[in-house]
């Protein structure tokens, strides 16, 4: 009995190249000089000046002449629009301008404060204070009233801290997420005004 044989490519190797082309993919979408396929492009020149529609051949000259390269820059547009410019330039300022953009981002972090209903007064005060600090730096912040042992029959005083707690966190913060039991503890998440 003859089996049909398939090429199955290696899936590792599938994987790294999706890497590849996802860390770059900006930078690839650009075809450059013979990568081109359309017959006509629409150039602009190296000094930022349109030229007009001319053949893909005749463009890709003026580029070598100038010494530079013919890359499409917008490819969906009837016909495509080709600059003449340095790839290697352009590249490296779209490399440049993504890792500004990744630099200049602010990922928001969820800081936990954890309280039990037995805290003393200056603890909850420092507790306040460093809710405070985190929610001016612009993070989230979970508070959790936790409850050991025999404390859960006294939900009533943790119901009671929660309203503290928010009373005094109003002036900076407001509530994301309502209180709301979570086995034995109650859990509220505040965010900046």
Known sequence: MLQKKTNIPNSSNNKNNYQKNDSNNSIKAFKINDQIKSKEVRVIDHNGEMVGVLPLEKSIQMAIDVGLDLVEVSPNANPPV?????????????????????????VVETKEIKMSINIGVADFDVKMKQTKRFIEN???????????????????????????????????????????????QIVVILVKK
Do not use: W
Request: overall charge positive; some cysteine.
């Open 82 to 106: 080709c600059k003449i410019t340095n790839f290697g330039k352009l590249r490296y300022e779209m490399q440049k301008k993504a890792a500004d953009a990744k630099k200049k981002q602010k």
């Open 138 to 184: 612009g993070d989230k912040v979970k508070i959790s009233v936790k409850m050991r042992g025999r404390e859960i029959t006294h939900i009533d005083l943790a119901k009671e801290m929660i309203k503290n707690i928010l009373s005094q966190a109003g002036e900076f913060s407001k509530v994301e997420m309502e209180p709301k039991l979570e086995g034995s």
